[in-house]
């Protein structure tokens, strides 16, 4: 790391527990984070500050004036513009020293490996249930750790799987389709989604670095009604398509 890095994670590099190799750990790492709207906009600033030195950002949106309530990333006069190109300008304006690709396409079974190969990590914070299993599905293809995230009405979830269980097994397959409810449905709490997306990217920094205990296979929720977190192990369904042969 060169002086200029060295200034700007000084927090980081003072905490025994991250240092200068879990740093250097954060810089080496590849993260692909598929959605740039309220997770993925909770999710960014985290990633971008940690100094993860590449980021993949993959969505196929434009911001629409609904979006901000909850997508503090986009102004009113980005309204019509890609979410990507204004993410990349966002992240890049903060830290100049990490690499920021993006992908302004829609991730479809056809594309979904080319994506995402090659990543370290994947933090998943799409909004409609069919592209969560299919991200899902291609990182247990790919043997690549998926962070997926969550949040609709005034519950989050948020959890990380390497392997058995996977995503597919929390869900099952019932919500294997396009027209699940979303929160455009479902109605979202601002504050929430952007809590849940900094969580996902709290994970990821865990992983990335190894920072405490293992939190594979664990499913964290949130349930804002009773302002309480609770964590579950999650166990592997030996039926799942995915990850059961």
């Known amino acids: 790391m060169n002086d200029d890095e060295l200034d700007y994670y000084a927090r980081h590099i003072v905490l025994p527990q991250i240092g200068g190799v879990g740093q250097r750990k954060l810089k080496a790492a590849k993260v692909a984070l598929v959605g740039l709207g309220g997770i993925g906009a909770g999710a960014l600033p985290a990633l971008v500050g940690a100094g993860v030195g590449h980021l993949t950002l993959i969505d196929d949106d434009t911001v629409d004036l609904s979006n901000l309530q ?20 966002w992240a890049q304006s903060r830290n100049p020293h990490i690499e920021i690709e993006t992908e302004a396409k829609r991730l479809t079974e056809e594309n979904a490996e080319d994506l995402l190969s090659g990543h370290d990590l994947i933090i998943d914070g799409t909004d409609n249930f069919a592209t969560r299993l299919l991200v899902g599905d291609t990182a247990v293809a790919l043997g690549i750790p998926l962070i997926a995230a969550q949040s609709a009405q005034l519950h989050a979830q948020v959890g990380i799987f390497t392997a058995k ?66 964590s579950n192990a999650m166990p592997a369904d030996h039926n799942c398509q995915t990850c059961a042969s």
């Open 165 to 230: 269980p996977c995503y597919r097994c929390v869900v099952g397959d019932a919500f294997d389709a396009e027209d699940c409810d979303n929160c455009a449905e479902l109605g979202a709490l601002g504050a929430l989604v952007g809590m849940a997306g900094q969580f996902a990217a709290l994970l990821a920094v865990r992983h990335i670095v190894g920072l405490g205990m293992g939190d594979a296979g664990k499913l964290h929720w949130y349930d804002h009604m009773r302002g309480q977190w609770r």
């Open 70 to 89: 909850r997508q503090p990333l986009y102004r009113v006069e980005d309204v019509g513009k890609a979410k990507t190109g204004l993410a990349k300008g």
